[in-house]
């Protein structure tokens, strides 16, 4: 039976990490903030960090706090009918229930990480960099307006990404064994 596991984590704990191992283990990859970025592009708004904030936050209240899952359950539905798949980024407690109904065998990954050692990751990042004051807004605003703390607190599993790249590869190797040993 083919699997779908979500990452979740507030940005900087090492989501993309466990997506690009996933991907490596033949898992397809569906990245939650690429439809945003399209949509962006498609009504020419400048991508920067307030701009996805706005664009993100008047996108959810104009079609709901679970739109971008609406958005991708075809591409997740093509993708999953000819093997398994991961959800890079599933922010909201409405996304994550839209998609639990239509694949009841999700699973999610939480990545917990410091606080300051995300803020020093995110700000040193060459894709997506933020400033401090940035990420700040940002954790903030994916709280508050985002609801993705749901997701995080629900989890299936999780791994704590505070320490070395092994450790974290190797708690995530563990997870994926259960996953996939489940019917």
């Known amino acids: 039976m083919n699997k779908i596991i979500a990452i979740v984590g507030m940005s900087g704990s090492g989501k993309s990490m466990a997506c690009n191992l996933l991907t490596k ?6 990245y939650f903030g690429g439809i945003i970025y399209k949509k962006m592009q498609e009504e020419g708004i400048e991508i920067t960090p307030d701009s ?16 971008v899952a ?3 359950l075809e591409e997740i539905t093509t993708l999953y009918k000819n093997g398994n798949v991961v959800l890079d980024g599933l922010y909201s407690w409405d996304e994550y229930k839209i998609l639990k109904e239509k694949f009841p065998c999700l699973k999610l990954i939480a990545i917990i990480t410091d606080k300051n050692t ?3 990751r995110v700000e ?8 401090y004051d940035d990420i700040v807004k ?3 605003a994916e709280i508050e ?28 190797n563990e997870i994926i064994k259960q996953i996939e040993k489940e019917v």
Do not use: C, W
């Open 25 to 30: 283990k033949d898992y397809k990859p569906v």
């Open 52 to 67: 996805q904030k706005e664009f993100r936050e008047n996108l959810r209240k104009k079609h709901g706090m679970g739109v």
């Open 70 to 72: 609406k958005l991708l």
């Open 118 to 120: 995300r803020y020093k």
């Open 124 to 131: 040193k990042r060459i894709d997506r960099p933020f400033s």
């Open 138 to 140: 940002r954790d903030i």
């Open 145 to 172: 307006n985002s609801a993705k703390g749901g997701p995080i607190a629900y989890a299936d599993y999780y791994i704590l990404n505070n320490g070395t790249t092994e450790k974290y590869q190797e708690r995530l």
